[in-house]
């Protein structure tokens, strides 16, 4: 096989995956929410000038009291609606670096243990199976607590905790393909080994990564919203989980306090596992996923 | 008794591929230990405000943290060796009797949640497989897909809302009535109402992931041909959806059933705390608040520990129900 028809496979996959975000309402859907959110926490400084956690109101006002208070203000006269504006970016930071980095571990890990096989393979397998045995949300508790409730470190903690699900993919995409005919090609070519695992596999494993990354990026948001409700998050930046937690000891007066940042917890949650599910079942319908 | 043979052969294969998970979660255990910064006496110098010189010192070689590298490696590794997790500085109790007081609370809370999730998933599961493509699946599939993306604490705060303080039917906080010298059915009755919440807020997430998995695997087990068999024998739709579909398509459910016991672990820390559920989870969230590292850690430990020990005994199981495990 010449190396114009590998190319010709590897454009294929990465139209593959526009094609069926087209195809898939569900796809399409989640992303136009994400789209949304994305514009809401880019333009949070613009909507909402000044510090978000300032106060700025007499406290506890009801959504629709107040129009230039839409959705209230929480126990300290803070804007619910600042709030959930500049808490976007706090989520969505966060879950997405978090899930960069379990894709990095990951990537790496699978495509050296379903590449190389064998002895180096086993090793690696065992220390996945470690990280999944370890009670991940336990973990990332502990690795929050032993450094600082900062973003580097939420990030870190939830990319250390969940790299297992994409190890695993990748191993088992590298076990198949690395018995395919364009990598025999490639390898008698004389091709390296990092050139063939970067430039030929990887590529074809590309649909089903980011299926599962974007299904991690829903987990990703909802273990930093568990911590932030545990009072494990950056003090000084808010965010949805942390809304929550704070609103908690309204909740028999004001509970509007914990349902608003719920439900945009919700919407962009449910916004990353339709692009999941909408790509999965486009691209490929018996397409083994990995749920954890 | 060749099927006893193949069982204590599989037995012994799932316990020796046990040997380096364990060892590893031990090794990762002590990795954390060492990256933490300061150490449990600094904070208790602190909190009893301060102390000399000589009293931190004769504290450190009680705590054992006066030590090089691999003698604290050897010396934790001894201390396991004899169940010795080390105190708890912060309540100034052996780790390993915490944590074994406060364990049976969490199971009852992740075995009711987990039961029930089961139960329930299992039932959307199959009713939206059987009605596939048309409304009632098309509904229930919106629905579960919205349970799945919502954090059960919200739907746990939520409930609070409308059982708790609208309606005041259940109780929201805590395991039982305090101060009530209750006996019987009574008792029962008082830890049931009191359990309600916590295990609903639990199971959510579960029984949409269970529903998600159930419709799934049922339409993978629809298509194959004995399906076609049974139909072509003129059996009844839901006869062959119940005894023929159903039941090849929860082996899979149920073997994601031992691994989904790690996430309970997690997600019971989040449950107890907003319930104040007297178990693991809150004793995790202690620890963290009182930087009580040797605790945190002992929870970690233990955890992963009792996961192994359900991970090995959910591969036992399914060798036992299905002959065509072989342990090669």
Known sequence: MSTTAIESIRSGHSEGLWAALRRSPAALTGSAILVLTLAMAASAGYFFPGDPSEMVAEPMLWPGSDPAYPLGTDSLGRNVAAGIAYGARASLLIALYGTLISVVIGVLVGALAGYHGARLGDVLMRITEVFQTVPSFLLVIVIVAIGNPTVHVIALAIGVSSWPTIARLIRAEFRTLREADFVTAARSQGFSHRAIIVHEILPNALAPLVVTASILVASAILIEAGLAFLGMSDPNTPSWGGMIGSGREQIASAWFLTALPGLAIISVVLAFNMLGDGLNDALNPRLRRYIP | ?328
């Open chain 2, 1 to 328: 008794m060749a099927d006893r043979l193949r069982i204590l052969r599989m037995a012994r294969r799932t316990l020796w591929q046990a040997v380096p998970t364990v060892f590893g979660i031990l090794l990762l255990n002590f990795l954390l230990l060492r990256l933490i910064p300061g150490d449990a006496v600094d904070v208790l110098a602190s909190e009893s405000g301060g102390a000399t010189e000589a009293t931190l010192a004769q504290w450190r070689s009680h705590f054992g943290l006066d030590l090089n590298l691999w003698q604290q490696l050897l010396a934790y590794l001894n201390h396991l060796a004899h169940l010795d997790l080390g105190l708890s500085p912060r309540f100034n109790v052996p780790v390993i009797q915490l944590v074994l007081e406060r364990l049976p609370n969490t199971l009852v809370l992740m075995v009711s949640a987990l039961a029930l999730a089961l139960v329930v998933g299992i039932a959307a599961g199959a009713v939206m497989a059987s009605k596939a493509g048309r409304w009632p699946d098309r509904v229930l599939s919106l629905a579960v897909l919205l349970l799945y993306s919502t954090p059960g604490f919200w739907i746990g705060l939520m409930a609070v809302v409308l059982f708790s303080v609208t309606l005041g039917w259940l109780p929201s906080d805590g395991s039982e009535t305090l101060g009530m010298d209750l006996h019987g059915v009574d008792w029962l009755l008082d830890r049931v109402r009191h359990a309600v919440l916590p295990v609903l807020t639990l199971a959510t997430f579960y029984v949409a992931l269970y529903a998600r998995l159930t419709r799934a695997s049922m339409l993978e087990v629809q298509r194959q041909d004995f399906v076609r068999t049974a139909r072509a024998k003129g059996l009844s739709p839901a006869r062959v959806a119940i005894r023929h579909v159903l039941r090849n398509a929860l082996l899979p459910v149920t073997t994601l059933a031992g691994l989904h016991f790690a996430a309970l672990l997690g997600g019971a820390a989040v449950t107890e705390t907003l319930f104040g559920w007297p178990g693991l989870g809150r004793l995790t969230l202690d620890a963290v608040l009182s930087r009580d590292y040797n605790l945190l850690l002992g929870i970690l430990l233990l955890s992963s520990m009792l996961v192994v020990v359900i991970n090995v005994s959910m591969d036992l199981l399914q060798a036992w129900l299905d002959p065509r495990i072989q342990a090669d």
